[in-house]
C-alpha cells in the first residue's frame, strides 16, 4: 500500500508542479503581452507626435512663407505710396505755380480762387512740400482782389 501511496503522492505533486509551473507560465505570458502592448502604445503615442511634429513644423513653414510674402506686398505697396505722393506733391506744385503766377500776372484775384489756391498749397505742404511755392503764394496773398459783378439784365 505504500507502494500505491507513493505513486498517488507522486502524481499528485507532479499535477500540482505541473499546474504551478502552468501558472507562472501563464503568469509570464500575461506579463510579456501587457508589456508588449504598452510598447506598442508608447510607439503609437511616440508616432502621433511625430505626425504632428511634422504637421506642425509644415504649419510653421507655410506661416512663415506667408508671412515673407505679406511683408514683400507690403513693402511693394509702401513704394508705390511713396512714389504717388511724390508724383501728387510734384502735380500740386506744378498747379499751385502755374496758377499763382496767372494771378500774379492779371494783377488781381477773387476771394474764392485765393482760398482754393490756398487749400493746395496746405495740401502740398502736408504731402512734404519743400517751400518751393511759398513766395509764389505770398505775392498771391498780397494781390488785389477782384470784386465780382454780375451782369444786371435791364427790365424794358
Not at 40 to 48: F, I, L, V, Y
Not at 84 to 95: E, I
Request: aromatic letters at 8%; one cysteine or more; charged letters at 35%.
Amino acid at each position: 500500500m505504500d507502494a500505491l501511496w507513493n505513486v498517488i503522492l507522486a502524481f499528485i505533486c507532479g499535477a500540482g508542479g505541473l499546474a504551478i509551473i502552468n501558472i507562472v507560465q501563464e503568469r509570464w505570458k500575461w506579463k510579456q503581452e501587457r508589456k508588449a502592448k504598452k510598447e506598442d502604445r508608447a510607439e503609437e503615442k511616440t508616432d502621433q507626435l511625430g505626425e504632428i511634429s511634422r504637421k506642425l513644423d509644415k504649419y510653421v513653414k507655410e506661416q512663415t512663407e506667408f508671412n515673407q510674402q505679406a511683408e514683400k506686398r507690403f513693402q511693394e505697396m509702401e513704394k508705390k505710396d511713396t512714389n504717388q505722393t511724390s508724383a501728387l506733391k510734384y502735380v500740386l506744385l506744378d498747379r499751385i505755380l502755374y496758377i499763382g503766377q496767372s494771378y500774379i500776372k492779371h494783377g488781381s484775384v477773387s476771394f474764392d480762387d485765393r482760398r482754393r489756391l490756398r487749400e493746395m498749397h496746405t495740401s502740398y505742404e502736408e504731402l512734404g512740400g519743400n517751400g518751393d511755392a511759398d513766395d509764389v503764394m505770398r505775392e498771391v496773398g498780397n494781390l488785389p482782389l477782384k470784386t465780382e459783378t454780375k451782369k444786371q439784365e435791364s427790365v424794358a
